[in-house]
């Protein structure tokens, strides 16, 4: 009678780590699916197609970000204006497709990154975005945070 006690109380509590594991799961990809829904802030004649990566709603990027940009107009120049709290010294770069990478080095405040387009861009591109730091979070905040994604201009 213990043993069979015993044995329910097992299969009981396997159960329930499996159901709840499955839940967490569930969960996890629920907010994958959100935050892949992040639209990058875009000015210019241009649309986001498709969802991001490395895009948060409050306005910060991951050390490595990127999204699909389509041209509704010739895009001869992207600027990427953000933000960093921290006074250390990063390196931020853009990259559009298997163009060469565009790099500053910029420290705490608003920084902008001009990358020139020859020829224009005229189709469906992908911006990959990274940065070679993040910045200090709060402890409560274990997200990658790198910087603060203001704009994202095309110029026509």
């Known amino acids: ?13 396997e159960r329930l780590e499996l159901d709840k594991n499955r839940e967490l799961t569930d969960k996890q990809n629920y907010i994958n699916e959100i935050l892949g829904k992040v639209r990058a802030p875009l000015t210019g004649y241009v649309l986001q197609e498709g969802g991001s990566t490395g895009l948060y709603a409050d306005g910060w990027a991951a050390s490595s970000a990127s999204f699909t940009i389509r041209a509704q107009q010739p895009v001869k120049r992207l600027t990427i204006i953000g933000w960093r709290p921290d006074q250390t010294t ?67």
């Open 1 to 13: 009678l213990l043993l069979t006690n015993r044995d329910n109380w097992t299969r009981r509590y």
């Open 90 to 156: 990063v390196t931020i770069g853009a990259r559009v497709h298997d163009l060469p990478e565009v790099e500053i080095t910029t420290g705490e405040g608003l920084f902008h990154l001009v990358y020139d387009v020859d020829p224009p861009l005229t189709d469906t591109f992908q911006l990959l975005l990274r940065c070679s730091e993040r910045s200090h979070n709060s402890p409560e905040d274990s997200r990658d945070l790198a910087f603060v994604l203001v704009e994202v201009r095309a110029e026509h």
